[in-house]
């Protein structure tokens, strides 16, 4: 149970299944083509999971985000907090502004919001910049992997020998590593992010 932020193939995104994206990726397909834009059509297959890949991405938003919004309330615009916070779909294009698609999601009730991976990326490196990230964050988020480095110690040990701005708040710094991976996701491998 809980808020998962999965990557999606081919089929789940182009498929009209229960649970499907297919509603979302024709209304996208539609304003990208109203704002003349090409369709959104090279979508990558999943393929078998292999641990490291990078093939798939899928974190578990379990930390408070209350350090997080204080955060990106001081650092950043309310215009590049709803960019970086108020997504529903992310998706590997660069998009000059946010679109709001007349579709229901899982999580909304009346649009679905979708961001560009190179926009989010870019606001999520600079607050990655303000609190200093380590280098040794997980890169591969295929299984939970930034999670488990975050909640279960890891980064907690890494903040007893190198302490710094981003071990003064490790959920913050969790959901500052989780955009920033899942933009990179997205733009690595061309495919879809969105909550589940």
């Known amino acids: 149970m809980g808020i998962y932020l999965v990557s999606v193939g081919a089929e789940d995104w182009f498929g009209e299944d229960e649970g499907g994206w297919g509603e979302v990726a024709s209304a996208l397909n539609q304003e990208l083509g ?3 834009l090409p369709p959104y059509v090279s979508v990558p297959e999943e393929g078998d999971f292999v641990r490291g890949s990078g093939r798939a991405f899928e974190e578990k938003l379990i930390p ?3 350090g997080f919004v ?8 309310r215009e590049e907090v709803e960019t970086l916070c108020g997504w529903t779909v992310l998706v590997p294009l660069s998009l000059d ?24 990326l870019a606001i999520a490196e600079r607050l990655a910049a303000v ?7 997980p890169e ?18 890494l903040a007893a ?22 933009a990179q ?12």
Not at 142 to 154: P, S
Not at 166 to 173: I, K, N
């Open 34 to 36: 109203r704002r003349g």
């Open 64 to 66: 408070s985000m209350d």
């Open 70 to 77: 204080a955060l990106c309330q001081a650092q950043l615009s």
């Open 140 to 157: 591969m988020c295929d299984n939970l992997d930034l999670t488990m480095w975050f909640m279960d110690g890891e980064a907690k040990e």
């Open 97 to 120: 502004e946010d679109m709001w698609l007349p579709v229901d999601s899982r999580y909304t009730e009346s649009s679905t919001m979708v961001a560009g991976a190179p926009q989010v």
């Open 131 to 137: 609190i200093g990230l380590p280098a040794e964050t």
């Open 185 to 196: 996701h997205s733009i690595r491998r061309g495919c879809p992010v969105v909550y589940s």
């Open 161 to 182: 020998v190198r302490p710094g701005a981003w071990s003064d708040d490790l959920d913050a710094a969790f959901y500052v590593a989780l955009y920033l991976r899942a």
